[in-house]
């Protein structure tokens, strides 16, 4: 294979680590064009004398001259801030990889759909926000969007054989998170480092947090239902403890294809990379006969609300995805910092909903207007919940 341009968005992340993983192996079938990262700079400037990208960008703007000293004598070259950001997506690439957290990805993403870039895309946060105005761009475009959200990438895998149109189900499994099981009595207690002791992944914090409430399977419903367009009512979530079966896809005939693997999020971030090609990664294979049993749940969604307030939020359609992903993130954020109980969560992203019904957005600028009205809403209700 000859050598492929990547742009990396958060290269400091989960993701991001683990997509230099397969890079560092796979040596000189990759050229680094964009490294990013949102303050680290140390961590940022180390990955770049490793991985020699064309520019390093920081989105923290008062990071700059830091940054710059950092990789002076390299010939790198070095931005910071978010204009820098979005200017950078739009550099030559032939794979722009998607891995920042939360609706700061939205803008440079959309910048290397519209300029027609492939994208593996991670953060399912700009999809939800702008799924309409994400799929509309690439259609424009040409480029193609490769999910690597596991569940995601395993039904692009399974949609391999067959037509979207022959579908009769998609059904996206969900581990249940470290609370599948405690009484509902009980959670409004759990701390945030039990909050992010995933039982079967590890991820970055925010993401952790929204599996132990099950927001992430709803962002997640929301995020299939722009991908693969074959009508909500026909995307089921089951439970499926061990993470084994990352979803499948059921056809007009009654035959189910499913994407197995081991709960590792190499092997969906291999499978973008490569697209539509295979690359070999130094992950687990599948050992079934010592695994020896899966197991399947009905979610429970007295316990578990948010995820009939995603279905019911991208039902509506128009600003409510935006508007509950922008309460969402500004919730997680307050629990990890030990403002508000885990069940406040969920809570406040109801109230936001329920407090304010928004226009339905035409343009990127009016879904970020809908961000920062949601996000300064739930931070009221934050402070009220810190102050009752
Ligand atoms: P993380 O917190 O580990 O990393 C986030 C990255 O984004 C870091 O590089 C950080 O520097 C950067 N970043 C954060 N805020 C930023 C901002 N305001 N501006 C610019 N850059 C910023 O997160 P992660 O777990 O790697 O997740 C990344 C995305 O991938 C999320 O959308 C998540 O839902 C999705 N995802 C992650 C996993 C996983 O296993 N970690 C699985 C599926 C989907
Ligand atoms: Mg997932």
Redesign the pocket.
Known sequence: MAHRRLSL????????Q?TLDLVRRAGADWQLSVL?????VAELARLAREFRPDIAVI?DEARHGELRDALADTGIAVAAG?DA?VEAAARPADLVMA????C??LAPTMAALEAGHDVAL????ALVSAGDLMTAAARKSGAMILP???EHNAIFQCLAGGRIDQVRRIILTASGGPFRTMAAADMARVTPAQAVAHPT???????SV?SATMM?KG?ELIEAHHLFPVGLDRIEILVHPQSVIHSLVEYIDCSTLAQLGSPD?RIPIASALAWPQRMATPCTPLDLASIARLDFEVPDEARFPATALCRAAIAEGGARPAQLNAANEVAVAAFLAGRISFTAIVDTVRRVIDADAPAAPASLQDIFSVDAASRAAAQSFVDQYEHA
């Open positions: 968005f958060g290269a400091t992340g989960s993701v991001g683990s990013t990262a949102n303050s680290d989105a978010a950001l891995a920042i957290v939360g700061a990805g991670a953060n399912k946060e690597v959200d596991s992944w590890s991820m970055g914090a925010k993401i929204d992430n962002l999020m």
